[in-house]
């Protein structure tokens, strides 16, 4: 798909490339635009089954599931294709986005090009996961998203609690061990939870688009000095835990990174994937309606530690004794 090589998390930094577009409404948000405060209330959530399957004359299912730490995740369920029928016991899909995008991602090209509608229509049963702190996972039983409590994780939460509880309500659901498919982040937290003995119990099989996990490769001066700049610190500079791409926090912090020597922000997707022979420009218009999404403030500091250190670890809190509060030891703890 055209949008894939745009969402590569190959560059830390790809929450940068819509902040310097021309600021569009974020669909079924409760944002306003692009670090602008919305003078009218906000539309009313749609579903991504409302919004972007039914349309579309597929079948769609909608679920809430609670993880072991009380963040409610939303999850979307196409059980056939258009043309319907297929039997029972068909083989089940999860299919999970990457970083500061939800389930609405995989829907933006045509149905025919879109990886859930194929695989429906191939005769799978299709999930799609929705990480917390996005638009439609943006519950807790007892937190609230406005505070900072809330954003307090990174990656290590959702191997530990996102993806186990969406792998365990699929397989209570289906009986069937899982097929998994997995973009950028996707894919980290996957490996990462296939290094620990996780899930593979209920796995099938795997397939990783745009893998990543070391990214100290990374060679674009853009992605370099956003890194650098994602120190643990940020939390504090920033005043919020939340790490929201249309936020004024975000455009600030871009403008500081523009402003290195070295960095040309004038073509900024080419300065950070290199030319790209197959973007579809409509494609791009679309993704700006419905997504970035947010993330955790101390999510981006974790990846940006990944392409320092050139290591995969868990979470490096920075100071010994809170690492041994975390972990039992002085250091983080290798994947």
């Known amino acids: 798909m055209a949008l894939l090589g745009l969402l590569s998390l190959a560059a830390l930094s790809f929450c940068v490339l819509v902040l310097l577009v021309e600021p569009r409404p974020a669909y079924g948000s409760s944002r306003g635009s692009y670090g602008l405060a919305s003078t009218s209330p906000a539309p009313p959530l749609i579903g991504v089954c409302a919004s972007t399957v039914a349309v579309h004359g597929y079948k769609c299912q909608e679920f809430e599931v609670e993880t072991q730490d009380g963040?409610?995740?939303s999850v979307q369920r196409i059980p056939e294709g258009r043309a319907g029928g297929g039997g029972t016991n068909k083989k089940p899909v999860l299919i999970q986005h990457g970083i500061l995008v939800d389930g609405t991602t995989w829907f933006l090209n045509p149905p025919e090009q879109n990886l859930p509608f194929i695989l429906a229509d191939s005769g799978f049963d299709v999930w799609i996961a929705n990480s917390r702190g996005t638009r439609f996972s943006r519950r807790h039983a007892t937190?609230?998203?406005?505070?900072p409590e809330f954003w307090n994780w990174s990656w290590d939460e959702l191997v530990s609690y996102d993806l186990p509880a969406t792998f365990d309500f699929v397989f209570r659901q289906t009986g069937q061990k899982i097929n998994y498919v997995g973009h950028?982040?996707?894919t980290l937290i996957a490996l990462a939870s296939f290094s620990e003995g996780k899930l593979v119990d209920k796995l099938k099989s795997a397939a990783l688009l745009s893998?990543?996990?070391y990214l100290s490769h990374m060679t674009t001066a853009l992605g370099d000095v956003a890194a650098k700049a994602f120190v643990g610190e940020i939390t504090t500079l920033?005043?919020?835990?939340e790490f929201n791409p249309k936020g004024k926090a975000a455009a600030t912090f871009l403008k500081?990174?523009?402003?290195?020597p070295g960095v040309d922000c004038y073509d900024l997707l080419s300065?950070?994937?290199?030319k790209n022979c197959c973007l579809n420009s409509s494609t791009v218009d679309l993704f700006l309606k419905n997504e970035p999404q947010s993330t955790a403030t101390k999510n981006m500091v974790h990846l940006a530690q990944t392409v320092r250190d050139g290591v995969v670890a868990k979470y490096n809190y920075g100071i010994a004794n809170f690492n041994v509060e975390h972990y039992g030891e002085g250091q983080t703890a290798s994947l």
């Open 211 to 213: 893998p990543i996990a």
């Open 271 to 274: 300065a950070l994937t290199g």
């Open 256 to 260: 500081a990174l523009c402003a290195n």
């Open 238 to 241: 920033f005043g919020v835990a």
């Open 143 to 147: 937190l609230d998203p406005n505070k």
């Open 184 to 186: 950028s982040m996707g």
């Open 71 to 73: 963040y409610i995740l």
